[in-house]
């Protein structure tokens, strides 16, 4: 019975990211290097240490609408945690089918869906016609921008969409000079610290390596909102001046 309960006290403290494991140092220079693929969903090429993972490509797109998404990932609780104003402007970068676009959109008074895949934009808007949101505008971005104008929106959503950026770097330049002074981005990822989450290991972050990639472009951590059983929900900010 002891072990039994260790066990599960174990699962718990990796589940939600609090147990203290060792992660290896983090390459610093912020290059863009070719690496040798350590996992079948890399792409062999690595930004800060982590390899890029391989991009959800439109024909997986029944993935993000799978009828488990929200008991498993709860992105509702997620987003009444970060507390959108009704006035806000927020782009989901990485929107694939509108999934979180329309989780978000009642709540305030637009949102932007960006994504590379036109066919993704294209189920989105789909999606749109039956639900008749009309304050989602899709947005074609590119591999290294989002294609949003510049101090346009007060907040810009990632979810589970940074680790296959192929140009993080840009992208992350991209959304810096998108966000009005003050604005924030919020990284969904899947804790890469807890390797009993059954997801690809390329498609898992740790919160060491997002806070080391995303702070590069000049943004400031503010916090981890720990209300998530199997994702960091990390906030950074655009500085104010």
């Not at 066919?119 to 294609?147: F, H, P």
Request: hydrophobic letters at 40%; charged letters at 20%; aromatic letters at 10%.
């Amino acid at each position: 019975m002891l072990r039994f309960l260790v066990s599960i006290a174990v699962s718990l403290f990796l589940c939600f990211g609090l147990f203290p494991i060792a992660t290896p140092a983090i390459p610093v220079d912020g290059e863009y290097k070719p690496c040798a693929s350590t996992s079948f969903d890399g792409t062999g090429k690595c930004y800060f240490g982590r390899e890029i993972a391989q991009v959800l490509g439109h024909e997986g797109s029944t993935w993000l609408e799978r009828p488990g998404r929200a008991a498993e990932e709860k992105p509702e609780k997620a987003i009444e945690a970060l507390q959108f104003k009704a006035t806000d402007t927020v782009a989901d970068i990485g929107a694939g089918v509108g999934y979180v676009s329309f989780l978000i959109a009642p709540q305030v008074e637009k949102v932007y869906a960006v994504d590379v895949q036109s066919e993704m934009l294209d189920m989105l808007r789909l999606r749109q016609s039956v639900n008749g949101l009309t304050n989602v505008e899709t947005v074609q971005g590119e591999e290294t921008t989002t294609n949003l104008a510049a101090s346009s929106v007060d907040w810009a959503i990632m979810v589970d969409a940074y680790h296959e950026f192929a140009y993080p770097k840009e992208m992350m330049t991209s959304v810096f000079s998108a966000l009005k002074p003050g604005g924030k981005v919020v990284l969904f990822e899947y804790k890469g610290e807890n390797p009993l989450i059954a997801i690809k290991p390329h498609h898992k972050m740790t919160q060491t390596q997002a806070r080391a990639e995303v702070t590069s472009i000049g943004f400031e951590f503010v916090e981890n909102k720990r209300v998530l059983p199997q994702q960091h929900v990390l906030v950074f900010r655009k500085p104010i001046a």
